[in-house]
């Protein structure tokens, strides 16, 4: 069995390569301040934690948005029965131009610390596959724009949890003509409009769950993450790999955790950072957690 001394060496070197030519946007700098939150009895936490991390760049998130635009396109596609039309690529391009000059992206709310709309709203509008007809909105202007004849509406975020996050997003209530009225019965009241829920990835399980209780809302994920990369899983393959550091780890971890008063099940946290503003409040806290000055966090939120 590989020693600590040359186990710590190969992570080193790993994370020396990844800082310099994948992660862009996490410095070697950052690393070493994140690495002095850890005494040297536990400096094998936190080349876990960053042999772990899975973080995309700004280029890689720009790649997810054009698989789930290609995935969306294909749902509208089957949806509208354009293969059936016989239709001529031509004019194909232009049925979709005009659905997509009836199609608002609204970015899905989120509670402090870490509101994200605004970055990732910029990295879906400098993406070359999303659509310059698109039109954006933020949530209170969905009743208008249902009164303006819009029939596409789709939300976006990073990643898919529990799916709790969503369900008060879709919960909330929002003023319509005379009255509130909440997102999930604007859906029922309106068949004829399609509800999208656009998501980087998530978890399974939380995916799963989304679509059985929301049957008029279409979910479409392009990372599926199973139960193999939650950090808290007993079936992580990572401590398949690392047996031997897996009781360290997640003592200490879940330790913090109480310190940290995280209001997610860490069970569901994932090792995934993004580009695009902030760390995802699904990603595991202590990636980016800062309090008082005293944790050094890896990700600025």
Known sequence: MINLKEWEDSVKKKIRYMANNVWDGLSATSIEEFMGNFNENEKVIGWVLLDMLIYYSSEQEESIICNLMRLMKRDIWIRNKMAQKGLSSVTINSELHDIYKKMCFVPVDESDPSASSFGLTSQFKKTREVPSAITYID???????????????????????????????????????????????????????????????????????????????????????????????????????????????????????????????????????????????????????????????????
């Open 139 to 301: 949530i209170q202007d969905l009743p208008l724009m249902i009164a303006m004849n819009y029939k596409y509406f789709v939300f976006y975020d990073d990643l898919i949890g529990t799916g709790t996050q969503f369900d008060e997003f879709w919960e909330k209530g929002i003023f319509g003509k005379s009255k509130k009225i909440r997102l999930r019965d604007l859906a029922k009241e309106n068949p004829d409009i399609i509800f999208y829920y656009l998501a980087y990835g998530g978890c399974q399980e939380g995916i799963d769950k989304l679509k059985e209780k929301n049957p008029n809302l279409v979910v479409i994920v392009s990372e599926h993450f199973g139960e193999n990369i939650d950090l808290f899983d007993e079936t992580n393959e990572y401590w398949e790999l690392n047996p031997d550091k897996k009781d360290i780890v997640l003592d200490y971890v879940r330790k913090k955790e109480c310190e940290l008063g995280y209001k997610s099940k860490f069970s569901k946290n994932l090792p995934v950072l993004f580009q695009h503003g902030r760390a995802s409040n699904t990603a595991l806290s202590l990636y980016w957690y800062k309090k008082e000055n005293k944790w050094k966090e890896l990700y600025k939120r």
